[in-house]
């Protein structure tokens, strides 16, 4: 069980990571500005999973990250509503 | 008084969340393309795993529990990438 | 949309203005019926009722769509709000060949307005793409 919790954790970190990759790579291709907002939030939701990742599977009982992971999903929302808003028409 | 502020956060997030997938929506209606669809029910399900895991408080039994959800959200984005490259072109 | 690339009539500056200006088919016809009259002054619910014949449209629908026009300065605003056509050489071609694609290539043209006011949100999907071709 604690091998399938530490896969699917990092599965999920690794997503968000991946998805952060592409849409930079989209981004320099084709520079429209909404694929950098929605980067950019996926860098702050890989911060939260990381963080997630290592708060709940790697080190339990010796951090708590909760400001760190509710701070980096906030502003990663943040980033992209904006991009949502003011940069999707 | 950090329990406070991480809990004010945490429903400013799951708000957040919601209004992604609200959006997300949106465009899937414009566009009809499934990448779209699969990432509002991911934001939905971030949504509704981060109210769930303020509300059971989880301990270390229940903690990774608490956030499956939000691990189905990645896995099912995951499933649409793979999808939206695995789909014959139009 | 490759054809679009291919198709004279669709040339880069054309879609363009379509993208910054013409939003939809509504704003299409609001925009072609300020041309086809460029000396008559409209306030807005007037104009809205004169395009019913053409395709229903509310004073305040045609409200946003003014608003665009007069900042693309395709119109001009007197100060009691309203508003007529505004002749440029460099866009006036622009409305001539929408004008003429509105008769004869009616559907293709709506497809155009739609498929470019949604480009930036296909640009989002297609980033998910890992592989190009």
Redesign the interface.
């Known amino acids: 069980m604690d091998a399938f ?1 530490f896969f ?2 990092g ?2 970190a690794l ?2 990571i ?2 952060m990759w ?1 849409l930079f790579r989209g981004y320099f291709r084709s520079g429209v500005r909404l694929l950098f907002w929605t980067a950019l939030c996926f860098v702050f939701l890989s911060v939260n ?1 990381v963080a ?1 990742f290592i708060d ?2 790697m080190l ?2 010796q951090v708590d990250l ?2 760190l992971r ?2 980096a ?2 502003a990663g ?2 980033c ?2 904006y991009a ?1 808003i003011w940069e ?1 028409e | 008084m ?1 329990d406070i ?2 809990a004010f ?2 429903g ?2 799951a708000l ?2 919601l ?2 997938g609200v ?1 997300f929506l949106k ?1 899937w209606r ?2 009809r ?1 499934r ?2 669809l699969a990432f509002g029910i991911a934001f939905g399900l971030l949504s509704v795993n ?1 109210i769930l895991a303020m509300a059971i408080d989880a301990g ?1 039994e229940n ?2 529990y608490a ?2 959800l ?2 189905l ?3 099912l ?2 499933v ?2 793979a999808d ?2 695995m789909s014959v ?1 139009r | 949309m490759n054809d679009r690339n291919d198709d004279a009539d669709f040339s880069d500056a054309f879609c363009a203005f379509l993208q910054s200006c013409v939003g939809s088919v509504n704003a299409a016809e609001l925009l072609l019926f300020l041309w086809r009259k460029p000396s008559a002054v409209w306030c807005a619910r007037d104009l809205a009722a004169a395009i019913d014949p053409v395709g229903s449209m509310s004073e305040t629908e045609a409200l946003p769509y003014l608003d665009i026009f007069a900042a693309r300065g395709l119109i001009s605003r007197m100060d009691d709000g309203r508003v007529s056509y505004r002749f440029s050489d460099d866009v006036d071609a622009h409305v001539q060949t929408l004008a003429r694609l509105y008769l004869e290539r009616p559907v293709t043209l709506f497809r155009v307005i739609y498929a470019l006011r ?1 480009a930036k ?2 640009t ?2 297609d980033a ?4 190009r ?1």
């Open positions: 919790r699917l954790f599965l999920a997503t968000s991946g998805c592409l999973n997630l709940t599977i339990p009982t909760r400001l509710s701070a999903a906030l929302i943040a992209l509503l949502f999707s | 950090m502020v991480v956060l945490g400013a997030v957040g969340y209004v992604a959006f465009f414009k566009t393309d990448l779209f981060q270390d903690v990774v956030y499956l939000r691990v959200g990645f896995v984005i995951l649409a990438i939206k490259n072109r | 949604d949100i296909k989002l999907a998910f793409r890992i592989w071709t």
